[in-house]
């Protein structure tokens, strides 16, 4: 092995702050804890390691035969409480008399077809294991071949905060294939949303990963994706099997990524995964200790190795830390104790052979002083590789996300009350309104719903489609109870249904079309029926009084009357010129037609009463909340529609159009618009617009200019206001913002771009104007609600709470990060070659409240990514190379590490600034030092105050710091 090639050591990327110890055994079993302590102590939120404690050594008795199933009780024994969710073990193999392998599953389950441990005959070997425990707090050990078997106990965990097992599932075999992974390439491989590992709030999975008969010596890495550490989880020989623990994080499309050294077969089965909430934080690998340069440690040493400080790890409040820990060229047999220091216990992490270069991971407690030991029993190099770490409650946590903003588009709408309504979208969601707060849940991410349909608060039916065999699409519904909605399910047939009625608790009727003709469901409330169609072509609406009386439309304008299941259809003597787009029944004598164009029929029972010509309206939908009144939206019209004398009242302008409304009352009404939003009003005034999330969209900027306020855009043109959970009103531009700056909650300005050209806009006293073309603005900064600096490619332009003028000075047109103070304080950061003095790092201009000055600062070879002034002598400057530089009252600082690749910062105070990294992780700053904080994956981050934070993400998903 070349020790050269660090790539060859084990250096893990994923981190197991969960785990035990991985030991490969030799000569006398040693117990190897997780965290050496006389004692449990909770560690972060919910994990708890134990002094190791074991539960089973079968060498004292009748030695598993192979093909065997052993149960072991553990909740309530050996340590471990009864309230236990999920164990960490050491589990090894004992002189085996064949090859074979060890499973470790939960008791009470199927075994599932994945293994834990690998070994040959005669060889001593463990790995650490996570496991749920089964209903009776049990677990259940199978072997394949016959093998002595021990299991310690190194920790557990009494909740689901910290880990939450699954059955052990396999998510790749590569043998089912001819061809195993080519030396050098890499093997995508989906773990959220599949097997029990929930698609959104899985930070990181618990993995199993096995090399199979490799052809060479190499090594695998699982990490997220992106660029490959130098580091690896699992070592291999050739034609060694051999299997390794990874707790790898999660990358943002839900994917890990395995990197194979040399040709080998891959195995990879789920244990489980890190919830969100945990305070468990992986770090990017980072090597603490390196004996290599310097002299061998001799047979009984100890190395005294800090780790608070280090690697951008906080100087308080850390509890424990994930190591890998190697033993280099040892020059006889022996092992290595990791402890947080006092007197060495009579136990090891990690055991090695003369000659054999073996790594293990650890999960040690850091000691008082903020270091951790290591003692040698033999001589031999030792390399510390900190992987991540665990912090103390009280340290500073992100939230758990809150879905706001999306892509998704509102389809349907039904209120059965004033203080209750159910939405759908066309990429899954379902949201629910009690009183005046909204629930939004991804229901089905792969289902598209068309309509909604609530007979009461404790009844709804949703109908869409989602993808089937052969590249077409299925039908399918779910139903809400008042508390919980069911999974989706399929419908009979395969036609998609458009429109959806339910009268009452126990009948919907459903209809849609195929190949041109309509199709029809009932459904009683346990069993969907098909019944005959109408002879006409696709209906694609329906409103329903009662299970005899019902009214549908259909695409070529036509109106057809149901009259019971046994009595079929009857027709209308009189059609639309255009589609129908909307049928509201609020009796048996009132029911309202409206089409694609301006057209408006009402129904008396079989008879057209008349028909209508809408002003200023195209493409209605009709809401009849009384047969005194029906409300119709349009565009950005709002009509009232008086069905007993046929006139129409009450025009105003709403912003949107709209795709549904729904009016249970003549008072109240609520309306979808296209942009994803519903507004509910009272009376005609708006008391509430939310952003029906599901998480599907990209938030790209927030600014919060108070703590509770947040003004937010993403990247499909919304802009929206965020009060706790609340979201209104909304602003749907055309443009994605590249930058949002608020001096206030009613007073923000962006700069986007919409297909190509560079936009701005502004918002005043909580009215966001459209968008004016003002093309090659990168940034925005505003001050005051009469003061705002733009920089750009057109130069700088400036708001005096009317207009924007283009100011002069010594602004280079390449600048491309502006921070304001106050209307005569701000700097602004152009970065490279381009500049006119040829300075190929960043320069800096001050704004003196009548012009760009010449540069008052040049840091030449850097590139700066983000910029933040609190006051006129306090600012912080980050880079893309992992330095910053602060000024003071004495000047700009002298460029210092910091963490890499930082692309956004907040700053809330001289002393206080939070900064993410491309990758989402989160770092605290502190006026002198950097320390992570933890991973999450952010877009932006907007801290109103020292101590709170607010980030938003990809997934239209917002977070809380503090």
């Not at 994803?676 to 005034?685: K, R």
Request: charged share 15%; with cysteine.
């Amino acid at each position: 092995m070349n020790l050269g090639d660090r790539a060859r050591v084990r250096k893990v990327t994923a981190w197991s702050l969960l785990a035990a110890v991985l030991i490969a055994l030799s000569g006398p079993l040693v117990v190897a804890p997780s965290v050496l302590t006389a004692s449990a102590a909770v560690v972060g939120d919910a994990y708890v390691p134990m002094a190791p404690t074991r539960a089973l050594d079968t060498r004292s008795g009748a030695t598993p035969a192979g093909g065997s199933t052993t149960q072991l009780q553990l909740a309530g024994r050996s340590g471990v409480p009864a309230t236990a969710r999920a164990v960490v073990l050491n589990v090894t193999a004992v002189s085996p008399t064949a090859p074979g392998y060890v499973t470790v599953f939960p008791a009470g389950r199927a075994r599932p077809t994945a293994s834990n441990l690998n070994f040959v005959t005669g060889q001593t070997i463990a790995n650490q294991v996570i496991v749920d425990l089964g209903p009776t707090g049990a677990i259940a050990i199978y072997t394949s071949a016959r093998s002595n078997i021990i299991v310690d106990v190194a920790g557990y965990s009494p909740s689901t905060r910290s880990f939450a097992g699954v059955t052990p599932t396999r998510l790749l075999d590569t043998r089912s294939s001819d061809a195993a992974p080519a030396a050098g390439s890499t093997t995508q491989v989906k773990v959220a949303g599949v097997a029990g590992v929930p698609a959104r709030t899985a930070k990181a999975v618990v993995l199993n990963v096995t090399a199979v008969s490799p052809m060479a010596s190499g090594y695998l890495s699982v990490y997220p994706g992106g660029n490959r550490p130098g580091a690896s989880n699992v070592n291999y020989r050739p034609g060694q099997n051999i299997a390794g623990l990874v707790v790898a994080k999660v990358a943002t499309d839900g994917t890990v990524t395995v990197y194979t050294a040399a040709k080998t077969h891959l195995i990879v089965d789920v244990l489980g995964w890190v919830p969100s909430e945990s305070s468990i934080r992986p770090i990017y690998p980072t090597r603490l200790l390196d004996t290599r340069s310097g002299a061998v440690p001799t047979a009984g040493s100890t190395l005294k190795v800090p780790v608070v400080g280090r690697a951008w790890l906080p100087r308080s409040g850390v509890s424990v830390v994930e190591l890998t820990v190697t033993a280099v060229a040892p020059t006889q047999g022996g092992y290595l104790t990791v402890y947080p220091g006092g007197a060495a216990p009579t136990a090891s992490n990690l055991n090695f052979v003369k000659g054999g270069t073996i790594a293990n991971s650890v999960t040690a407690k850091v000691g008082a002083d903020g270091t951790v030991s290591v003692r040698v029993s033999a001589a031999t190099h030792v390399l510390v590789d900190i992987a991540g770490f665990g912090v103390s409650t009280g340290s500073p946590a992100w939230s758990e996300p809150s879905q706001l903003g999306s892509r998704a588009e509102v389809t349907g709408l039904s209120c059965p009350t004033a203080s209750f309504c159910a939405a759908v979208d066309d990429s899954g969601g379902v949201s629910v309104r009690n009183g005046s707060r909204w629930a939004d849940r991804l229901l089905d991410p792969l289902a598209q719903w068309t309509a909604v349909s609530c007979a009461s608060p404790a009844s709804c039916v949703v109908v869409g489609t989602k993808p089937a065999t052969g590249g077409a699409r299925a039908a399918v519904f779910a139903t809400f109870d008042g508390t919980t909605w069911s999974t989706s399910r399929p419908l009979p047939g395969t036609a998609a249904m458009g429109g959806l009625s339910c009268p009452s608790t126990d009948f919907c009727l459903a209809v849609g079309s195929q190949a041109g003709r309509s199709v029809v469901l009932s459904y009683d409330g346990q069993t969907w029926v098909q019944r005959p169609g109408p002879n006409v072509a696709g209906l694609t609406v329906v409103s329903c009084v009662s299970a005899q009386y019902c009214v549908a439309g259909s695409t070529t304008g036509g109106a057809v009357r149901w009259t019971g299941v046994d009595a079929g259809w009857r027709y209308a003597p009189e059609y639309l010129d255009d589609a129908v787009s909307s049928v509201s029944c609020a009796s048996v004598d009132v029911c309202l037609i409206t089409g694609t164009g301006y057209g408006v029929v009402s129904i008396n029972g079989d008879r057209i009463v008349a028909h209508y010509n809408m002003p200023y309206a195209w493409n209605p939908r009709a809401s009849c909340s009384s047969p005194q009144r029906c409300t119709i939206v349009a565009d950005d019209r709002r009509l009232v529609f008086s069905p007993a004398t046929g006139t129409f009242a009450a025009s105003d302008t709403r912003a949107g159009g709209f795709n549904a409304i729904s009016c249970p009352t003549d008072t109240f009404c609520a309306r979808a618009s296209k942009g994803g939003a519903v507004t509910t009003e009272t009376n005609g005034t708006v008391s509430l617009t939310h952003v029906v999330n599901v998480g599907q969209g990209s938030i790209t900027q927030v600014d919060c200019p108070v703590v509770g306020t947040c003004l937010m855009a993403d990247a499909t043109g919304h802009r929206f206001r965020v009060d706790g959970t609340m979201v209104g009103p909304v602003f749907s531009g055309t443009d994605g913002p590249v930058a949002l700056s608020c001096s206030s909650v009613d007073h923000c300005a962006t700069v986007g771009q919409a297909t190509g050209i560079i936009t701005r806009t502004m918002m005043i006293g909580g009215v966001w104007s459209e968008a004016s073309d003002y093309a090659l603005d990168r940034d925005v900064s505003c001050a005051t609600s009469t003061f705002c600096m733009t920089v750009g490619q057109r130069g700088s332009y400036a708001w005096d709470g009317t207009s924007w003028r283009k100011v002069g000075g010594s602004l280079t047109p390449t600048a491309h990060l502006v921070d304001c103070v106050d209307p005569n304080w701000c700097l602004a950061v152009t970065n490279g070659a381009n500049d006119l003095d040829g300075n190929n790092g960043a320069r800096i201009n001050l704004w003196d409240g009548r012009s760009w000055t010449q540069q008052v600062a040049a840091m030449p070879n850097i590139s700066a990514k983000a910029i933040e002034c609190t006051a006129r002598d306090a600012c912080l400057l980050v880079t893309g190379d992992g330095r910053s530089s602060r000024l003071t009252g004495a000047g700009w600082s002298q460029p210092s590490a910091a963490p890499v690749d930082l692309t956004r910062l907040s700053c809330a105070s001289a002393e206080w600034c939070v900064a993410i990294d491309a990758s989402g992780q989160s770092y605290q700053w502190d006026g002198a030092d950097w320390s992570v904080i933890d991973a999450i994956p952010a877009n932006a981050i907007s801290c109103p105050a020292v101590g709170r934070c607010v980030a938003v993400g990809e997934r239209g998903e917002m977070r809380v710091l503090g």
